[in-house]
């Protein structure tokens, strides 16, 4: 059984920063991408960052500079570190697993998401 846990959100003053961690199990993790996504209410979710098992990065232009993507493969986890925080990032943000090859390359799975809330 497949499980991605985030921890780390909470509430944070503008500027400020937070990290985020995702616990992967049930998976071959260096056999996925990884990547966090956030959705703000009423809009759609978006992609923030991904890390290929090599440790190449991806990030959306709302998030770099600002955001830090990594992970660990010994330990099955993948991080966002999220400095200069905007209230605009407040999100529900997500942890995702992407198959990157076999005959389950494409399969996603998801975390429940973690409360990011940026205000003062």
């Known amino acids: 059984q497949v499980q991605l846990v985030e921890s780390g959100g909470g509430l944070v003053r503008p500027g400020g920063s937070l990290r985020l961690s995702c616990a992967a199990s049930?998976?071959?993790?260096?056999?996925?991408?990884m990547g966090w996504y956030r959705q703000a209410p009423g809009t759609q979710r978006e992609l923030v960052a991904t890390?290929?098992?090599?440790?190449?990065?991806n990030y959306v232009d709302a998030v770099k500079g600002r955001f830090t993507i990594s992970r660990d493969n010994a330990k099955d986890t993948v991080s966002l570190l999220m400095d200069s925080l905007k209230p605009e990032d407040t999100a529900v943000y997500y942890c995702?697993?992407?198959?990157?090859?076999?005959?389950?390359?494409?399969?996603?799975?998801w975390g429940l998401g973690t409360q990011v809330t940026v205000s003062s």
């Open positions: 995702n697993a992407k198959t990157l090859s076999g005959r389950n390359r494409g399969n996603q799975y």
């Open positions: 890390i290929t098992p090599s440790g190449n990065t």
């Open positions: 049930g998976i071959i993790f260096t056999a996925h991408g």
